[in-house]
């Protein structure tokens, strides 16, 4: 057998058929060579012998479900669906308590689109496990299948009364109330949903859809902020929030929604990236840097704040204040030597020499620098130290450069012209 599975794994499926061929002619009640037997011919797609040795398995071990399971599967496979609900059926005869069979036969009754008789089947299980509503659920899906919508949507009032407290249950009949445009019901059962499970953030917004198709943007809004009250950053939340808002051409709301969720949390992002644009179309740039300036004052821990504070001054070129934001970045995240990048990039713009210099050995002094970009910095340190004056400066930076990069002509070059 150890010889048959190394074969196996190798995959060398013929030769591991021959020694599982040979361990059952030398003990025909090998069970597990059987098995494996079967298991490698179903690899090698040879259905009607792997199903033979599955029988084998059957006269062998009567109780055991796995080769009914196999064979099930092979005639499965082979699009020979009569005989995969064969197989599924007698092992129901086998243990009649068990719904696994039952289940397995119903999925393939519903491939051949015979609903009822896997609803049939579904009811059976239902009857077996009564408070599993994983295979009930089922029951009015097919329902749907069949064109029975009525019927559907009794059967999902049904389950979901059998047990009130299942969320699930309550989130099916929604669903199943909002395919037929009751809005109203279907709102009355995402609200018990979220009775009882308060946390589902995707609930909120379904609930918050519903309120939209009914005009009742108000409502909507608070049901998509409870997902921000969960769960905190939310693209999806807050895309709906805005798309409201402008529905209702609000504008000047949505611009002060912005500024209520910066101030109740300023690392947040989304806010931050989206008041600008609010800003310019209700004419409030003015206001929009006062209030961002009254936050950063504040003394504000988050990095992402002044990231992208910064970046809105810069956009709207303020660039002075920008620098100052970054550095308040770069205070607050010392590792971070991509700050100092854009520091430095920012006071060259301004021509502000020792500054970028500044910013510059920050970046080629942090020890994060990733290794395929440190030659590009240095060059920059370098060059900024030669426009400076700074030849000793500009020295340095190029014999680091020609340590890790001996034929980098530039460096080598202006060694050679400062006397380095």
Not at 113 to 129: M, N, P, S
Not at 178 to 194: F, M, S
Not at 253 to 269: E, H, M, T, V
Not at 278 to 295: G, H, P, Y
């Amino acid at each position: 057998a150890a010889y048959a599975t190394s074969l196996e794994n190798a995959n060398n499926l013929d030769g591991a058929v021959k020694q599982y061929r040979a361990l059952v002619q030398e003990n025909g009640k090998n069970l597990e060579a059987h098995r494996k037997l079967g298991q490698l011919l179903m690899r090698q797609g040879k259905v009607t012998d792997a199903v033979a040795e599955f029988n084998v398995m059957k006269a062998l071990a009567p109780k055991d479900a796995t080769p009914y399971i196999a064979a099930g599967a092979a005639f499965e496979r082979e699009k020979k669906f009569d005989e995969a609900v064969k197989e599924y059926r007698a092992l129901a005869l086998i243990n009649d308590k068990d719904p696994t069979p039952h289940w397995y036969t119903a999925k393939v009754l519903e491939t051949q689109k015979k609903y009822d008789d896997a609803i049939a089947e579904y009811r059976i299980i239902e009857k077996l496990v009564p408070k599993d509503n994983f295979y009930a659920g089922n029951i009015p899906r097919i329902l749907e299948l069949a064109g029975k919508q009525d019927e559907a949507l009794a059967e999902y009032k049904r389950i979901a009364a059998a047990d009130q407290k299942n969320s699930q249950s309550a989130v099916a009949l929604a669903v199943a109330y909002e395919k037929r445009n009751k809005l109203d019901e279907a709102v009355k059962e995402y609200q018990h949903a979220l009775e009882l499970a308060p946390n589902a953030g995707f609930l909120y917004l379904r609930l918050g859809d519903l309120f939209v198709k009914q005009n009742r943007h108000d409502d909507a809004r608070i049901a998509y902020s409870r997902v921000l009250d969960k769960q905190g950053e939310s693209i999806e939340a807050y895309q709906k929030i805005e798309s409201s808002f402008t529905a209702e051409k609000k504008l000047p709301a949505l611009y002060d929604f912005w500024k209520g969720r910066i101030r109740l949390d300023p690392s947040d992002r989304i806010p931050l990236s989206r008041i600008e644009a609010t800003a310019k179309a209700v004419d409030k740039q003015v206001d929009m840097f006062t209030f961002l300036k009254e936050i950063a004052d504040k003394g504000v821990k988050q990095v992402s704040f002044y990231m992208e504070y910064g970046a809105i001054l810069q956009r709207a070129d303020k660039k002075d204040d920008a620098i100052l934001a970054y550095k308040q970045a770069a205070i607050l995240s010392p590792g971070d030597y991509t700050v100092h990048t854009t520091i430095a990039a920012l006071a060259e713009q301004l021509n502000r020499i020792p500054e970028a210099i500044t910013a510059w050995e920050a970046v080629v002094g942090n020890p994060n620098v990733i290794a395929a970009q440190i030659v590009g910095y240095r060059s920059k340190l370098a060059a900024l130290y030669e426009k400076n004056g700074q030849s000793a400066g500009a020295i340095r930076q190029y014999r680091e450069i020609v340590k890790v990069d001996p034929m980098n002509k530039i460096a080598v070059d202006a060694l050679k012209r400062l006397g380095g």
